[in-house]
């Protein structure tokens, strides 16, 4: 079974407040945790290898792409 986190669209971190950033901040951080225990299987549904998912997983919570805040 594949679990997967919907997530609200978040405004660019200059106009969050300090505890919506760190809601946001929290959310990446599950997300690529989710993302680290999903198997082969699970990987190739949403189109990525063993090897792109760790890399994404292994990245810091506080770095996300700046598409993610638009």
């Known amino acids: 079974m594949t679990h997967l986190t919907m997530t609200r669209r978040m405004p660019r971190f200059e106009m969050l407040n300090p505890f919506s950033h760190l809601m946001y901040l929290s959310t990446v951080r599950r997300e690529r945790d989710a993302l ?5 299987r699970a990987l190739e549904d949403v189109g990525l290898n063993a090897d792109e998912a760790h890399a994404e997983a292994s990245r810091s919570f506080w770095d996300a792409p700046a598409h993610w805040t638009r």
């Open 36 to 40: 680290s225990k999903l198997d082969a």
